[in-house]
């Protein structure tokens, strides 16, 4: 097992990257009235996920680290009920490809967690 010497190079920030971009590209078709409302909050929420990441990788404290990934993997549940949401609204038709991501990445922050909680 390798040792990460940076939250940059955690698979699950790389990917919540990945998803802030395919989250971006998306909304910027969805209609003007929603430009301060789900626009801007799917944006937030995305950006959420790897900022927090982030953020608890800095703080240098085991525990708040997983609070902080908590708080990321709640980002992340509240961007997948916007998408649909928006899928339900018709601003969207293909989340196929969101959708797995959005499981990748709640699959690898739980495992993170889990692992992170074993050590305590």
């Known amino acids: 097992m390798s ?5 940059k190079e955690l698979i699950v920030w790389q990917k919540s990257m990945t998803l802030v971009k395919e989250i971006y590209k998306c909304s910027k078709d969805f209609p003007e009235e929603e430009k301060f409302g789900l626009t801007s909050q ?3 929420c995305s950006v959420s996920i790897p900022s927090n990441i982030a ?3 800095g703080r240098f404290s085991r525990k708040n680290y997983i609070q902080f990934l908590r708080i990321s993997r709640g980002s992340l549940y509240e961007l997948e009920t916007q998408i649909i ?12 490809s969101l959708e797995r991501l959005i499981i990748e990445i709640s699959k690898m922050l739980n495992s993170l967690i889990k692992k992170l909680e074993e050590k305590e």
Request: charged share 30%; glycine share 4%; net charge negative.
């Open 55 to 57: 953020e608890g990788w």
């Open 3 to 7: 040792i990460v010497n940076s939250y």
């Open 42 to 44: 799917m944006r937030r």
């Open 85 to 96: 949401i928006t899928k339900e609204l018709n601003y969207i038709n293909d989340s196929e």
